[in-house]
T-cell receptor, first 114, second 117 residues
Framework: GESVGLHLPTLSVQEGDNSIINCAYSNSASDYFIWYKQESGKGPQFIIDIRSNMDKRQGQRVTVLLNKTVKHLSLQIAATQPGDSAVYFCAEKGKSGSNYQLIWGAGTKLIIKP | KAGVTQTPRYLIKTRGQQVTLSCSPISGHRSVSWYQQTPGQGLQFLFEYFSETQRNKGNFPGRFSGRQFSNSRSEMNVSTLELGDSALYLC????????????????FGAGSRLTVL
């Protein structure tokens, strides 16, 4: 079936550097994508979302880029801080039968090196 | 305002038993979704409730069931527990104004960690 996947299961970044987390999706009809961050012992927390009529959206220190041509999504975190250490999930809105569901990627663990 | 509250946070059961997990959504949120999270399978969608009705369902066996009350609080039940049911069960709420649940930002609780021995 359709799936969302991540290129790197673990990413180590020096504190202060920028982080880029990548995500590939397979359903070209998907029109909504979302990033969540999950810290240890907590539930996932919304970071940013983007619709398919956009190719870039910025938040506070985060930017999501969408390349529909190659079905690729990325999350950029500027000036990475220790508090950014977490597992990051991308998800796409996909159809299951007659209903829509969020289809989640496996997650990328971001490790911040001091 | 208060976030999504899940109880209990941790529980241990044995095979064959049943378990009920509870979720109190954010005030004003009418949609509650349940997810199972395991290291090997990631986040797997169980079901979504909106206005006391199951609006969407994932690919889980009938042992997994849920319900939603008139105050939007939700419970999920797993009967005849198996070792593979050990997981973190996450509840998420959203405004859920349309049937297109994927378009609504989910606010997650901290989860209920179930261990089946």
């Amino acid at each position: 079936g359709e799936s969302v996947g991540l290129h790197l299961p673990t990413l180590s970044v020096q504190e202060g550097d920028n982080s880029i987390i990548n995500c590939a999706y397979s359903n070209s009809a998907s029109d909504y994508f979302i990033w969540y961050k999950q810290e240890s012992g907590k539930g996932p927390q919304f970071i940013i979302d983007i619709r398919s009529n956009m190719d870039k959206r910025q938040g506070q220190r985060v930017t999501v880029l969408l390349n529909k041509t190659v079905k690729h999504l990325s999350l950029q975190i500027a000036a990475t801080q220790p508090g950014d250490s977490a597992v990051y999930f991308c998800a796409e809105k996909g159809k299951s039968g007659s209903n829509y569901q969020l289809i989640w990627g496996a997650g990328t663990k971001l490790i911040i090196k001091p | 305002k208060a976030g999504v509250t899940q109880t209990p946070r941790y529980l241990i059961k044995t095979r064959g038993q049943q378990v009920t997990l509870s979720c109190s959504p954010i005030s004003g949120h009418r949609s509650v979704s349940w997810y199972q999270q395991t290291p090997g399978q990631g986040l797997q969608f169980l079901f979504e409730y909106f206005s006391e009705t199951q609006r969407n369902k994932g690919n889980f066996p009938g042992r997994f069931s849920g319900r939603q009350f008139s105050n939007s609080r939700s419970e999920m039940n797993v009967s005849t527990l198996e070792l593979g049911d050990s997981a973190l069960y996450l509840c998420a709420s959203s405004l859920g104004g349309t049937a297109d649940s994927g378009a609504n930002v989910l606010t997650f609780g901290a989860g209920s960690r179930l261990t089946v021995l």
